[in-house]
């Protein structure tokens, strides 16, 4: 990946183009002094495509699955995935996005997905303008990472203006499915690309 920008005029053209893919395998178990038997995949991948001098076609994925091993039934709260916020499903705020508990608090997941799709434009200098279309879910339990339920959309716009460090970013989304206790929109403010 590379950052386009024409330093002599200050002026970021575009941003990342490319593809990014990361994948982290976590193990704990007694063996190292964990009181918790589990193994943990997370997968994220972006591919950026440039559509001209300045616009960007941007698609991200992201999966994760936590398995229990041994004894370990329960994985705690601070162990689980969330979803929602700044950086996957936009139209929710901060890990609102999953299962809840009886007083609607977020009890995360074994597993979650995240799916973007984002087309990014320069308006004018440093400014680009974003339209968006987000996908996930978390589910309670590893088996039912791909069982097709639970789904929120965010559809969205934004506003980035790039710097040398990395962006700020402005992000609207409408939650075309909000359910009750949920938020028709939200609004994010941010450092750095969502993916």
């Known amino acids: 990946t590379r950052l386009l920008c024409d330093w002599s005029s200050d002026v970021c053209s575009s941003d990342l183009e490319g593809l990014r893919a990361?994948?982290?395998?976590?193990?704990?178990?007694?063996?190292?002094?964990?009181?918790?038997?589990?193994?943990?995949?997370?997968?994220?991948?972006?591919?950026?495509?440039?559509l001209g001098e300045d616009t960007v076609l941007g698609l991200g994925l992201g999966v994760g699955i936590i398995w229990p091993l041994n004894e370990t039934d329960v994985i705690p709260?601070?162990?689980?995935?969330?979803?929602?916020?700044?950086?996957?499903?936009?139209?929710?705020?901060?890990?609102?996005?999953?299962?809840l508990d009886g007083d609607r608090d977020p009890i995360g997941g074994e597993a979650y997905t995240v799916a973007s799709i984002e087309l990014r434009r320069r308006l004018a200098g440093?400014?680009?303008?974003?339209?968006?279309?987000?996908?996930?879910?978390?589910?309670?339990?590893?088996?039912?990472?791909?069982?097709?339920?639970?789904?929120?959309?965010?559809?969205?716009?934004?506003?980035r203006y790039l710097l040398p460090v990395g962006p700020i970013r402005l992000d609207g989304a409408f939650n075309p499915d909000a359910g009750a206790g949920q938020d028709d929109f939200v609004l994010h403010f941010a450092v750095g690309m969502a993916f």
Do not use: C, M
Request: proline share 2%; glycine share 16%.
């Open 22 to 50: 990361r994948t982290i395998l976590e193990w704990g178990g007694e063996q190292i002094g964990s009181q918790l038997d589990f193994t943990r995949l997370k997968l994220d991948v972006a591919q950026l495509y440039p």
């Open 126 to 159: 440093n400014l680009q303008g974003a339209f968006f279309i987000d996908t996930g879910h978390v589910a309670e339990k590893a088996n039912d990472v791909f069982d097709g339920e639970g789904y929120g959309w965010g559809i969205g716009l934004g506003l």
């Open 77 to 99: 709260l601070q162990e689980r995935f969330f979803n929602g916020g700044e950086d996957t499903v936009r139209s929710y705020r901060e890990d609102e996005l999953g299962p």
